[in-house]
C-alpha cells in the first residue's frame, strides 16, 4: 500500500532535518551522537525517498552535500556588500599604530579588539534566506564573483538549514575555506598514486577545489571552512551587537566559528595573541598565515570607515615564512635535458607550510660554496613564496667545520667528465648524445606542447619506447607502426601505464599532425642548448631556413636581435656536431618543417633588416620588432651597412646615431615606421 504524500513529504523533512543535525554534531562539534552505519542508513531512506518524490526535495537536503551535476561555468554574483581585504603588516609596530590611529579617530582609549587566527584558503562569502543555505559565491575582484553554491555544499560543516529560529530572514557570513592537513595529504597522496602533480600547499588546494566545475569531484576532497564574519545590516536586532556576540550567535545557528579567540584591552595582549599563534601555529591542523585584529565595537566601524581596499576596524598580523631545522643528509645530482647538472640536498623529512618536505635544489657549485654546507650540518629550511622549499641557513654540527664539500667532477649517470664554463654558472655534462636523462629530457621536450604537440605520447610512455629501445632519436618516433606501440609495458615495473590500441592510434595521429608543426617550433624542439621559444622564432624569421642557420658564423649570428655570446656559442656548438646534421637531414626526409612558411607572416619588410633603438611614443620597442618580424622583417641589434633603416625612438644612442650616420643608414622615426607599413601593406 502506497503512503500518503503527506506522510512522505513530513519523512522527508524529518530525516533531512535529524540528519543536518547529525552532520553539525559530528562535523562541527566533533561529538557525534548516532553511530555512521545509523547514519548512513538513514541518509539513504532519505535519498530513495527522494528519487520516488522528487517534488519534496529540498535545497537543504543533506543529500546535497554529495554533489550536483557538473556546470559548464560558473555564473557570476555581484557582491551584496564589496568583500574588502584586510590591510597587513609584519611588524609588530604597525600594529601598535593602527590601534592608536583608531584610537585617536575615536577619542577613545581602551578599545576591545576581537584577536583572531588568520586562515590561510580562499575567501567565501555566504546568503542564507529564511535558514536555508542560498548561495555560495568567492570573492572575485570583490565586487563580482563566481557562484560556487554546488560546490560549498559538499563541505560538512557548512548548515544547509540553521538551527534555532532568531537568525534574520536575509543575511551574509563570510568566511574561509581551508583545505585540513590531514585531508590534504591524503588528498595529494591519491595524485600521485594516480601519476598527477601534488598540490603546492593546503591554500592552493582548497581555492582550486572550489574552483572546480563537478561538485562530485569537490565532495572528495574533505575540505573545512571557518566563518568569521556576520552581515545584516538590515536587521536593526543586530545593529547594537558586538562582533564576538555576533560570532556566538552564528555558533548557535550551526556555523563553525574560528575556535581560539581572545577579546583583548590592550596592545600588551594582542601581542600575546600574535606571540603565542606565531610559536603554535605549527601545532594547529590546518595553516594560518597570521592573525586578525577586529574592532568588538561594530557600533564604531561606520565612524572609523575603509579605505578602498581594507577597513579601519581591522587589520592582520601576518607571520614571517616559517622556518624549520633539518639534518642535511645527502646531495644528490640531476642531470637535465642540456645536461646541466643541478645539485639537490636530501633532507630529514621536516613538515612545513602545510607538506612535508625532504628535498631543496642547491641549484649549482657557487650556491653550495656561498651556503657552505656539509653533510651532517643543521639546515634551515623556508618556502619561497610559501611553494618552493630552499635552505636559507646551514649551522655546522660539532666537527663538521673543517670537512670541505666537494662537487662532483663527472656525471653521476654516464661518467663524462663534468664542464664548467666561465660564463655560465654551473656545471654540465658535455655527453651530448649519449647520456640517459639528456636523451629522455631531450625527447620530453621534443614531444612537449609548446613544442611538437605529441602530447598523446606523454613522458613516462616516451620512456617506455626509449627503454624497449624503440627509438635511438627524434626521426625514429616517425617510423612507429601501431605494432610497435601495442603491449608496450614499462620495463621498470613498478610503473602500470601499457599502451593499448586506441592509445597507438592516438599517437600516431599526433606524430602524423605534428609534420605541420611550424619551422620556429620544430627548432625549439630540437632542444639547443639556451635556445627557448622566444629565440628559436627570432632565429627562424631571420635565416628563413635551418641550410642558412647552419651555415651562419658567429659574426653573423650575434648580428641577430637578442642573440648574445652565449647563444651563438651553443648554436655553432651543435651544427658542428655531424649527429646532429644527420638528425636534421632524417627529419627533413620525415617531413619536418625546416623552413619558414612565408604565408604564414607578412611579407611586406621582406628583406628588410632594421635597428630599433630608443623609447617610443605609442608602441613598447618590443611590439615595433614584432611588427617588422610579423611582416618578413628582420631585426638585428646593431648598425653594420647591411642595415636598411635605424627606428629611432626618444633617449635613442648617440652611438647608434653617428654610426648610422656614417654608414648612411636611413633613419626613420615611429610615425614613419607606421607609414613604411602601410605604404607596403
Ligand atoms: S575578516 C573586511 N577574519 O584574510 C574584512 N579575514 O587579507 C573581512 N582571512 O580576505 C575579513 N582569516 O580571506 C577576516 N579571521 C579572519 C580571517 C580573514 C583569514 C582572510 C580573508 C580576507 C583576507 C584578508
Redesign the pocket.
Known sequence: MSQPSNDIEQRIGDLSSRLNQYNYQYYVLDNPSISDMEFDTLLKELEKLENEHPQYKSPSSPTQRVGGQPLNNFSQVTHRYP????G?TYSKEEIVDFVQRAEQMLGKEGLEWVC????????ISLNYINGILSQATT?GNGIVGDDVTQNIKTIKTIPLQLQGDDYPADFEI???VIFPHKAFEEFNKIRVENGEEPFANPRNAASGSIKLLNPQEVAKRKLDC?L??LLCEEDQRLSSVTHYEKLQMAKRWGFNI?RYLAIASNIEQIMDFIEYWDMQRKELPFD?DGI?I?LNDTTLWNALGSTAK??RW?T?FKFKAERVSSTLESVEYQVGRTGVVTPVANFTPVWLGGTWVKRASLHNADQISKLGIRIGDEVLIEKGGEIIPKIVEVKHREGNEHKEFEFITHCPVCGSELVKEEDIAGHYCPNYNHCSPQILGRFQHFISKKAMNIDSLGGEKMKYLLDNNLVADFADLYALTADNLIGLAAVDTDKKVSIQEKGATNILNALAQSKSVSFERVLFALGIRFVGEVVAKKIARHYINIDNIIAAQYEDLIQVDEIGEVIAKSLLSYFANAENLLLISKLKACGLHFEVEQSTIGSSLLGKSFVVSGVFENYSRESIKQTIEDNGGKVVSSISSKVNYLVCGDKMGAEKKRKAESLNVKMISEQEFSQLLNITN
Open positions: 568583500m574588502l581585504s584586510l597587513n583572531e587566527l588568520k586562515y590561510d584558503g580562499l575567501a570573492r563570510r568566511g574561509e571557518f568569521y564574519f574560528p594560518i586578525v577586529k581594507s577597513p581591522a592582520a
